[in-house]
């Protein structure tokens, strides 16, 4: 009964454990779908299955909240939220793109924005701090195909002022795509 007793309690450890350990961490999130867009910026549908692409009120993992937790040299010293302007916007264009993204925000007043590009294992290619108001476009060169084959990569954004650090932050998906042509680029996604 002893030994009946002290194989159940192994049991139960062993289960115990098991349960705690599927629990830590998060998974890698996968990238299955991008917003299409053109080289103006207009809307064109949407590839697989989005997932709150270049909205403001993200729900991150802290794997994802990390990903923006670069150091930088820009500070929050004059920054501010407009409440008479209260909207924002951003566009990545064109989505796929061979190389050449153009990003387009706009900010709701003077804003350090934070970005950071990552690769499916999270891993951060480029990062970018910069002090803003009002509209700001800026170009990535996604051009190098041994650092971007082509794959969806993930943008993560946030917006900060004083007294409201991460007041706005948010994602979208990226699609590089050097196909000849570029309706063939939607085999890429998943």
């Known amino acids: 009964m002893k030994k009946l007793i002290v194989f ?6 062993f ?56 150091p930088d040299s820009v500070n929050l010293d004059g920054t501010y939220i407009d409440t008479s302007t209260y909207h924002s916007e951003v566009i990545a264009f064109p989505n796929p793109t061979t190389g050449n993204l153009f990003l387009h925000f706009q900010l709701p007043g003077r804003m350090k ?24 476009e800026t170009g990535e ?3 190098d195909a041994t650092l971007f084959p082509d794959g969806i990569y993930r943008l993560y954004y946030s917006f900060s002022a004083t007294n409201h650090v991460n007041f706005y932050k948010g994602h979208g998906d990226i699609l590089v795509c050097r196909m000849a042509n570029w309706a063939d680029c939607q085999s890429i996604v998943p």
């Open 8 to 13: 159940v309690s192994v049991l139960i450890f």
């Open 15 to 70: 289960a115990s454990c098991s349960k705690d350990k599927e629990n830590t961490g998060s998974p890698l999130k996968v990238f299955r779908g991008i917003v299409v867009t053109s080289g103006f910026g207009d809307h064109l549908g949407v590839w697989g299955t989005e997932d709150g692409d270049w909205s403001y009120d993200a729900s991150w993992t802290s794997q994802e909240t990390a990903v923006l937790n670069f």
């Open 113 to 136: 924005l934070k970005t950071a590009i990552v690769d499916k294992n999270f891993n951060r290619l480029i990062t970018e701090s910069i002090k803003w108001t009002g509209n700001f």
């Open 141 to 143: 060169f996604l051009d």
